[in-house]
């Protein structure tokens, strides 16, 4: 299950070896500009996930990089996480948020809420 770290500056997404080799990625980190806020996701979240690249086994792990037109999602989950917390992501851009790819990520963590509540904090506190 991926471990995240929140500092003054950036989200780190720490995954497991097993996490990493799923989703064919490693760690993600996420400059704090570029955060817009966070949830946990809806009952059918998977729905609205692209194209994949990485490891889908329905019901069991959804892991990887998904793409559709305007989406490009990174999504870390097993079964045993429950609902994935979901971070979105500014669609375009700040220039000091270089190397933020993503519009969004989607990752199974104990607590998914209080993360959700931790990061949505941060950004007010900014």
Same mark, same amino acid.
């Given at each position: 299950?991926?471990?995240?770290?929140?500092?003054?500056?950036? #989200?780190? =997404?720490?995954?497991? !070896?097993?996490?990493?080799?799923?989703?064919?990625?490693?760690?993600? %980190? =996420?400059?704090?500009?570029?955060?817009?806020?966070?949830?946990?996701?809806?009952?059918?979240?998977? &729905?609205?996930? $692209?194209?994949?690249?990485? &490891?889908?086994? !329905? $019901?069991?792990?959804?892991?990887?990089?998904? =793409?559709?037109?305007?989406?490009?999602?990174?999504? +870390?989950?097993?079964? *045993?996480?429950? #609902? !994935?917390?979901?971070?979105?992501?500014?669609? *375009?851009?700040? !220039? +000091?948020?270089?190397? &933020?790819?993503?519009?969004? =990520?989607?990752?199974?963590?104990?607590?998914?809420?209080?993360?959700?509540? %931790?990061?949505?904090?941060?950004?007010?506190?900014?």
């Amino acid at each position: 299950m991926p471990k995240l770290e929140l500092n003054d500056d950036q #989200l780190i =997404i720490r995954l497991t !070896p097993g996490d990493k080799l799923a989703a064919f990625h490693g760690d993600v %980190k =996420i400059n704090g500009v570029a955060i817009r806020g966070a949830a946990v996701a809806n009952k059918n979240w998977w &729905t609205t996930l $692209g194209l994949r690249i990485g &490891t889908g086994l !329905p $019901g069991l792990i959804i892991a990887g990089t998904f =793409i559709k037109k305007g989406d490009r999602a990174f999504v +870390s989950w097993t079964r *045993k996480a429950g #609902l !994935p917390l979901e971070i979105t992501l500014a669609a *375009k851009m700040h !220039p +000091s948020a270089r190397g &933020t790819q993503f519009t969004r =990520i989607l990752v199974g963590v104990e607590d998914a809420q209080g993360w959700a509540d %931790k990061i949505n904090d941060a950004i007010v506190a900014c």
